[in-house]
DNA sequence: TTCAGCGACATTGTATACAGAAGCCGCTCG
DNA sequence: CGAGCGGCTTCTGTATACAATGTCGCTGAA
C-alpha cells in the first residue's frame, strides 16, 4: 500500500539546514561556514554585519539572518551588543563534542556494519586514497575535510536525517576544535584507523567497528593540546585571584 | 530532597537555544515552542508574523528571528512566500525521529547506569509519582511532558551538552509525533517501562537499560498510527501514478 | 453549473533608517 | 608623565517602509 520508497527517501534532502531561509541567506552561510571550516577564518575572528553585506551585495538583514544560523550551529557565537564571531570552542566544549562523538558514532559504527553495501565501501577506500594522497603531500586542509567526510559516510548509511545532521554538526565543530587545540600533524591521522574501520565495516563486524570508532575518537581527543588558550591573559587573573586568597 | 519544580521545569530551562538571540525574541521563541510541544497549537497551524507582533507587542525582525529559531529545530516549517507552519512531521520523519532516539538513548542508559547517583534517582523516581498522577486525572498534556522530563534527566546524568540538546530537540518533534498519529492512550503509557528503566539505572544495570530504551522507544513508535495523513489526497495522486504507469 | 482567467488583498522578502550600547581615543587634570 | 574621564565613532538592535509573490474570490463564458 505504501510505497518503498519511502523508508530510504532522504527525510530533508531539499533544505541546506540554514534555519529555515532561503537562497541567497543560505548562500551566504555556505560561504561562511565553508570559510570557517576549512580554517580560513580563524576562531575568534568577527563578522561585521555591514562588511559581509557589502561582499555578498546584501542588506544587513541576510547577513544577520546567516549568522543567526551559524550562530544556532555553534559555528558562531553572536554576543549582544557586540558582534558576531567565529566560535572559539573552550576545552570544556572539546570535551564535550568528542564525548558526544563518540558515544553517537560508536553506535552508528554499530548499526551500519549491518547494513552497509558494496558501493558504500568502494566511496570509504576512494576517501581513503584520497586521504592518503593529501597525508603524503602535506595538505592539512584537504585531509580534515576528508576525514570527516569518511565519517559523514559512514554515518549516512543509517539513512539521511536528524542523526546524520547532528553528526555533521559535530563535525564541523571539530574542526574549529582542531584549529584551536591541534598540534601537528596528530589530528588529522587516523588514517591506519580509519582504514582498520573500513575493514571493520566490510566484514560485517560491527562490535569490532563499533569498539575500534570509540578507540579512533579517544585518540583524536588525546592527541588534542587540551590546555585553554590565551594563557598569558587567563594566569594573570588567575595569579592575581590567587594573591587574593592568600592570608 | 530535590524540589518538586523540577517537574513542572520545562523541557530545555538554561539556553533557550533561540539561535544566540537574546531576550524578547527568546520569550516569543519559548512562549511559542511550548504552546506547540503543549499541543495547544496543533501541527499545521499557520503562523503569522504581524499577528504574533501584536501579540508581544514586537516588530516582524523580532518574530521572524524567534520563527527561524523554531524552523532550525524543525518545529515550525517556513515555506517560501507562504508563510510559517507548525511543522507536522511526515510518517518518514517520525520514523527518523525514533530511529535516531532509540540510538541515542540506548547509549545514553547504558553510559547513565555507570554514573547516576542517589539525587538523580530519587529525581526519577518524583517524575515517576507525578506521572503517575497524570495518568491517574487523564491530563494527556502533563504526562506527555513529563515523560519527556523523565528521558531528559536520564540524559542529563550524563552531562549537559551537544548530546541532551540535540535529544532534547528529538523530544520536542515527538510531541508533534504523537499529536499528528497519536492513539489514545497509547503512546504516553509507557510508565511501567519507565519505571523498569528507574530499576534497572539504580541497579546500575547499563545493559539492561540500554536493552529496555530501546524496547520502550520500539513500543512507543508501534503504538502510533503512521498511516499517512491526509489520505485522500494523496490517493488521488497515488491512483494517478500508478494510472499512467500502465500500459 | 463549472471552470478558466483575472484582479485585489494578504503576507512575506528585503532594504534602510534610526536609536542605543560598547569601545576607543584624545583631553584634561593631578 | 600617568590616570581618569567625556565625547566620538562604530556597530548592533529594532522598527518600518517598500517590493515581490502567493492566495482567494469574483466574473464571465462555455
Request: glycine residues 6%; negative net charge; hydrophobic residues 50%.
Amino acid at each position: 500500500m505504501w510505497p518503498s520508497s519511502i523508508a530510504t527517501a532522504p527525510v530533508e534532502a531539499r533544505e541546506p539546514e540554514t534555519g529555515g531561509r532561503n537562497g541567497r541567506a543560505a548562500a551566504i552561510y555556505r560561504c561562511v561556514f565553508d570559510a570557517i571550516v576549512d580554517h580560513r577564518l580563524p576562531p575568534g575572528a568577527k563578522l561585521i554585519e555591514e562588511q559581509l553585506g557589502d561582499l555578498f551585495n546584501a542588506s544587513r538583514t541576510l547577513v544577520r539572518s546567516a549568522l543567526q544560523a551559524l550562530a544556532h550551529d555553534h559555528i558562531v557565537t553572536i554576543e549582544r551588543h557586540r558582534g558576531a564571531f567565529v566560535a572559539a570552542p573552550s576545552v570544556a566544549d572539546a570535551q564535550d563534542i568528542f564525548f558526544s562523538r563518540r558515544l553517537v558514532e560508536s553506535a552508528i559504527a554499530l548499526e551500519a556494519a549491518d547494513r552497509i553495501g558494496a558501493a558504500e565501501i568502494a566511496a570509504l577506500r576512494a576517501l581513503l586514497t584520497h586521504e592518503r594522497d593529501a597525508l603524503d603531500r602535506g595538505d592539512r586542509r584537504a585531509a580534515i575535510r576528508l576525514s570527516g567526510e569518511f565519517h559523514m559516510t559512514i554515518a549516512r548509511v543509517t539513512g539521511e536525517g536528524a542523526l546524520t545532521r547532528f553528526l555533521a554538526s559535530l563535525i564541523s565543530r571539530s574542526s574549529l576544535v582542531i584549529a584551536l587545540y591541534g598540534r601537528g600533524q596528530a589530528s588529522a591521522c587516523g588514517h591506519d584507523e580509519h582504514m582498520a574501520l573500513a575493514d571493520a565495516l566490510e566484514a560485517g563486524d560491527g562490535a569490532r567497528a563499533s569498539a575500534l570508532m570509540a578507540l579512533h575518537l579517544d585518540h583524536i581527543v588525546a592527541d588534542l593540546a587540551l590546555a585553554p588558550r590565551d594563557e598569558a591573559q587567563l594566569d594573570v587573573v588567575e595569579i592575581l585571584r590567587e594573591q587574593l586568597a592568600r592570608p
